[in-house]
């Protein structure tokens, strides 16, 4: 299990040198229907680390790896999948994640929101876990709201369904450790150092021998 993290706007121009000659034309199209230039940047950032990262494990070249979203419960925005790895990204404000292993894995990192922003976040989710994040201090909520929606994200991306799945169904917990909603997956919370204070990150791992399909 590897997990690669790097600062968004440092890799922008190393994203450009690069694109042309890595970036299929499905990725292209996607870049081209951009309309702000700093969310066309963020996708470049973020698709050639990709490459790059997934490149390196699977002993090819950059251009050759073949990225497509696997078909799942969120149809054409599926779990994006290669052959032979299991693979999950993030990105929010500067923050990018990646992370690769041999069994299925979803990780996710939420820039700590304003307060109104916190609010409005916690409104969807668990009823547990807004009762909880009500009982937090006002300072302290906006970022004890991104661990929430990390450990949630983390998860919902694992099982391949992302916000299909209705986020107040999972009680991933708002306390100091991550529960344990579905027999299967781990939820771990993720730390992200020197200048990762304004963000929270969490990464789930599917756990070996269980059979997942029985209590979902
Ligand atoms: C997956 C999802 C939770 C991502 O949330 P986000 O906070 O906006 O974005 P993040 O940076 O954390 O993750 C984005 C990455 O998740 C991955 N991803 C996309 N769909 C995914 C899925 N169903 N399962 C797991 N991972 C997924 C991709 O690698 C994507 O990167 P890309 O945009 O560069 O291709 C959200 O987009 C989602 O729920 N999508 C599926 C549900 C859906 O179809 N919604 C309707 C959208 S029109």
Do not use: N, Y
């Not at 040198?17 to 700093?38: G, K």
């Not at 251009?63 to 990105?91: I, N, T, W």
């Not at 909880?132 to 709201?145: C, I, Q």
Request: aromatic residues 6%; hydrophobic residues 45%; glycine residues 10%.
């Amino acid at each position: 299990m590897a997990v690669v993290q790097a600062h968004l706007p440092d890799l922008v121009p190393w994203a450009r040198t690069v694109e042309a000659f890595w970036l299929d034309p499905a990725e292209q199209a996607r870049r081209d229907r951009f309309l702000r230039e700093a969310d066309r940047d963020a996708f470049l950032a973020r698709r050639c680390l990709l490459r790059a990262a997934l490149a390196e494990r699977l002993g090819i070249e950059p251009a050759a790896v073949p990225l497509a979203p696997a078909p799942g419960a969120a149809g054409r925005h599926g779990k994006p999948a290669v052959p032979g790895l299991h693979f999950s990204l993030s990105s929010s404000g500067g923050h990018i994640l990646i992370a690769m292993g041999p069994r299925d894995l979803g990780i996710d990192v939420e820039r700590v929101p304003d307060f109104v922003g916190g609010e409005q976040m916690s409104a969807i989710l668990h009823p547990a876990e807004r009762r909880r994040l009500a009982w937090t201090s006002r300072r302290r909520r906006p970022a004890a709201v991104a661990r929430v929606w990390a450990r949630k994200e983390s998860l919902l991306k694992a099982m391949g369904v992302g916000l299909s799945r209705d986020p107040s169904v999972d009680r991933v917990g708002a306390g100091r450790f991550p529960g344990h909603p579905l027999p299967g997956w781990r939820i771990l919370d993720l730390p992200l150092g020197s200048g990762g204070e304004d963000a929270r990150a969490a990464l789930t791992v599917s756990e070996p021998w269980t059979d997942r399909r029985s209590k979902m």
